[in-house]
């Protein structure tokens, strides 16, 4: 089964309005979760990389202030796109690491969320 | 900076062809890789993870080689189906980083 959920799959929303999406790992703890951008056909583009009780480290262009991360507990870590615009749309997969042994992990995805701004 | 590269970046095979997708990388100083698998719209699920301590791993139909030295990893799919239908995706962890390459869209005709 899913070892990261993601919520929602699919939203559609208006032009304007913020929306959220969570990310849980289910049975592990991570204190590092990563959010993608994926537009068709290419492939991931790291935005942000999220740490548990501090400030997320965004990529080079990424509008932190557009992307709003917080990263509350161990086990969540959310994505809200502010005053979200057409341009927006796309779709949005997070990921966590389970450390396997010292500094290696193996990432587990969510099943994405598709945004489609009107 | 870490640069993966896969090839090819399209493939179409008919049901029961054993295939190879390639995945290479400039920067050897890896700490693991992982081929994904991707279906349309949906998430990636992981397929199997090297360590860079090992050569290859096996899961049922799907074998991964990796070559740290030359910046080289395989991904060898035997006796291949209509549901192996997929992007396939491979990405290198690298300092605290990971770099996927732009994956391999591969179709299995019946």
């Known amino acids: 089964g899913a070892v990261v959920s993601q919520h929602p799959s699919w939203v559609i929303c208006k032009s304007g309005t913020s929306v959220k999406i969570e990310c849980r790992s289910l049975?592990?703890?991570?204190?590092?979760m990563f959010w993608y951008r994926q537009f068709p056909k290419q492939s991931l583009m790291l935005m942000a990389t999220?740490?548990?009780?501090?400030?997320?480290?965004?990529e080079q262009g990424v509008e932190k202030d557009k992307f709003l991360i917080n990263h509350a507990s161990l086990t969540l870590s959310t994505l809200t796109v502010t005053s979200a615009h057409p341009e927006d749309s796309s779709f949005y997969i997070c990921?966590?690491?389970?450390?396997?042994?010292?500094?290696?992990?193996?990432?587990?995805f969510g099943e994405g969320s598709r945004l489609t701004v009107l | 900076k870490q640069e993966v590269t896969q090839i090819p970046a399209a493939l179409s095979v008919p049901e029961g062809e054993n295939l190879v997708l390639n995945c290479s990388f400039t920067?050897?100083?890896?700490?693991?890789l992982q081929w994904f698998r991707q279906d349309p719209g949906k998430g990636l699920t992981s397929l199997l993870l090297?360590?860079?301590?090992?050569r290859e791993q096996t899961s049922g139909r799907l074998n991964a080689s990796l070559d740290k030295s030359s910046g080289r990893s395989t991904l060898y799919i035997a006796a291949s189906q209509p549901g192996d239908s997929a992007t396939y995706l491979c990405?290198?962890?690298?300092?605290?980083?990971?770099?996927f390459g732009e994956g391999t869209q591969l179709t299995v005709n019946p």
């Open positions: 990921s966590a690491p389970r450390v396997l042994t010292g500094n290696t992990g193996e990432l587990f």
């Open positions: 049975d592990f703890q991570a204190t590092t």
């Open positions: 999220s740490n548990e009780g501090s400030k997320a480290t965004y």
């Open positions: 920067d050897s100083a890896i700490y693991n």
């Open positions: 090297i360590q860079s301590s090992q």
């Open positions: 990405a290198v962890l690298s300092g605290s980083r990971l770099t």
